[in-house]
């Protein structure tokens, strides 16, 4: 299993600032992920990180908006640019293995609001 | 476009009783399916995982089915308890690495 930690577990931002949300895990792990879940919704996944190379993002996020970064393998960082009342919501980081078919481990998450 | 459909309505069900859940999908043809729980205010937690060649498969008083014909997966919940009252989601794989969820069915269970 893996422990995850996140920072800050909730924050409320004012329009037009970021925010950068940190995720830390107890261990050593090659795929982690940055999640959005709004109000009753599902979560939907921003982009995937690995450790090495360049965050990958699903359609409709883009790095300008939510940059990331992965130093290590225990280690990452999500931030939320030029924010705006849509981008309120929970953000949660996961970690797995070997990928779909194995387990994800779940931050805690970090809830925003932006006013 | 590919679609995850879980149960719209919350399941209210009485200590005891078996809850079943409905996650049906469109325009995937996942290898596993997964089932998480989620408590208010807390990240998903992993149940089980289900491969696309099984049936079936029990975890303590979990049970999950996965039909590839009929594009579903039924997660039931025996002789429930308080205690299994949260948010169960389903999720699908869409490639090698990366998973979709559904919204989620919000289970009460009461004394």
């Known amino acids: 299993s893996a422990v995850i930690s996140q920072k800050p577990s909730r924050d409320i931002c004012q329009r037009g600032t970021s925010l950068t949300i940190q995720c830390q895990v107890d261990s050593q792990v090659t795929m982690m992920f940055w999640y959005r879940q709004q109000p009753g919704q599902s979560l939907t996944l921003i982009a995937t990180a690995n450790q090495g190379s360049e965050a990958t993002y699903e359609s409709g996020f883009v790095i300008d908006k939510f940059p990331i970064s992965r130093p290590n393998l225990t280690f990452s960082t999500l931030t939320v640019s030029n924010m705006s009342p849509e981008d309120s919501s929970i953000y949660l980081c996961s970690v797995g293995r070997s990928g779909a078919s194995d387990t994800q481990y779940f931050g805690p998450g970090t809830r925003l609001t932006v006013l | 476009s590919q679609k995850i459909e879980q149960n719209s309505e919350a399941l209210n069900i009485q200590e005891g009783k078996t809850a079943t859940l409905t996650c049906n999908y469109t325009n995937y043809s996942p290898a596993y399916l997964q089932w998480y729980r989620q408590d208010p205010g807390r990240g998903p937690v992993f149940l089980l995982l289900?491969?696309?060649?099984?049936k079936e498969k029990r975890k303590e008083r979990l049970k999950v089915t996965f039909d590839t014909t009929l594009k579903q997966s039924l997660f039931h919940i025996t002789a429930s308890q308080p205690a299994d009252s949260a948010t169960y989601l389903c999720?699908?794989?869409?490639?090698?690495?990366?998973?979709?969820f559904g919204a989620g069915t919000t289970v009460t269970v009461r004394a």
């Open positions: 999720a699908l794989d869409t490639n090698d690495y990366k998973l979709s």
């Open positions: 289900i491969r696309e060649n099984e």
